[in-house]
């Protein structure tokens, strides 16, 4: 069995910071992509940042030069870092990993059970 929990998630004003943080456990042979989606209320479930083991990072264009994602591999952790955050923003987050087990032979995705983020304006 594979989990991934958040935390990090609360209440902010406008113009302020969160950092979010998810760690993977289980039976892990590996972790190619880990990344951040979100979902408002009403709204689909929306991309926010990803990136591979690699090191290579995709953006939402939304949020792009106000959000940082980073990992570390040794830990099975991924990290968002939020600045200037808007009330848009609010939204429920999830971490999501793209996971090989030792019992399973290809790469399955697993989700965390998200955060919730809310910005006043």
């Known amino acids: 069995q594979v989990q991934l929990v958040e935390s990090g998630g609360g209440l902010v004003q406008a113009g302020g910071s969160l950092r979010l943080s998810c760690a993977a456990s289980?039976?892990?042979?590996?972790?190619?992509?880990m990344g951040w989606y979100r979902q408002a209320l009403g709204k689909q479930r929306e991309l926010v940042a990803d990136?591979?083991?690699?090191?290579?990072?995709n953006y939402a264009d939304s949020v792009k030069d106000r959000f940082t994602i980073s990992r570390d591999n040794a830990r099975n952790k991924v990290y968002l870092q939020m600045n200037s955050l808007k009330p848009e923003d609010t939204a429920v987050y999830y971490c999501?990993?793209?996971?090989?087990?030792?019992?399973?032979?290809?790469?399955?995705?697993?989700w965390g059970q998200g955060t919730q983020v809310t910005v006043s304006s």
């Open positions: 990136i591979t083991r690699g090191g290579s990072i």
């Open positions: 289980g039976v892990i042979f590996s972790i190619n992509t």
């Open positions: 999501v990993g793209t996971i090989r087990t030792l019992d399973k032979p290809s790469d399955n995705e697993y």
